[in-house]
């Protein structure tokens, strides 16, 4: 019996007292991994307690979180981590959450143009192999800040020609270190 919403494409997990989490669109078990790759490709999903019926997905994806920064795979600096902290009990609190979700949609709104910019920086040259890599570990990390399908964002702050100004001259100092890098 598939308890998936048809309304709004959301599939329906349920975590057990065993810690297990049971796909309830596909019938089985899953494990975090496979919550992590759902994210991952988009799909939306919505981890409800068993017994309760309690809405538990954030603490789901803070623990997905907990377990990628674990295996090495850091994203999170800690200076960041403690500012978030520090936020917690603040009277901006309210804020922050708003706030992230623009700078990250931002990211991604980006990223495409950043990517062209960037690889045109360094065509032709020694570091273009090297370029490609990050770019692919870049376009790894952004992935994992997509927004649920139907989740529309805040607009970011600042305009487009202020984010076009700040991408050119960030190119403009990447080609002045790869040229210094080359001579």
């Known amino acids: 019996m598939k308890k998936q919403h048809p ?3 959301v599939v329906v997990v349920k975590k057990y007292a065993n810690r297990r989490l049971y796909n309830t669109e596909t019938s089985s078990y899953i494990t975090l991994e496979h919550l992590a790759a759902m994210t991952r490709g988009g799909r939306d999903f919505k981890v409800i307690d068993a017994k309760t019926e309690e809405d538990i997905t954030h603490n789901v994806l ?5 377990e990628e920064e674990s295996r090495g795979q850091t994203m999170l600096p800690v ?4 500012q978030l902290i520090a936020m917690y ?3 901006m609190q309210a804020v922050v ?8 949609d931002s990211f991604r709104r980006n990223q495409e143009q950043f990517k062209t910019a960037v690889e045109g920086a360094f065509a032709h040259t020694p570091f273009a192999e090297i370029a490609k890599r990050n770019l692919q570990m870049f376009e790894t990390a952004a992935k994992a800040f997509k927004p649920p399908s139907g989740t529309v964002a805040p607009p970011a702050a ?3 020609d202020e984010e076009i100004a ?6 403009a100092r990447l080609q002045d270190k ?4 080359v001579r």
């Open 7 to 9: 309304e709004d494409g």
């Open 62 to 66: 803070t623990q997905i979180i907990m």
């Open 79 to 82: 200076n960041f981590l403690r």
């Open 89 to 91: 009990g603040d009277s």
């Open 97 to 104: 959450p708003g706030y992230l979700e623009a700078s990250m």
């Open 158 to 160: 600042g305009s487009k």
């Open 166 to 171: 700040a991408l050119k001259a960030e190119l």
């Open 178 to 181: 790869v040229e210094k890098l």
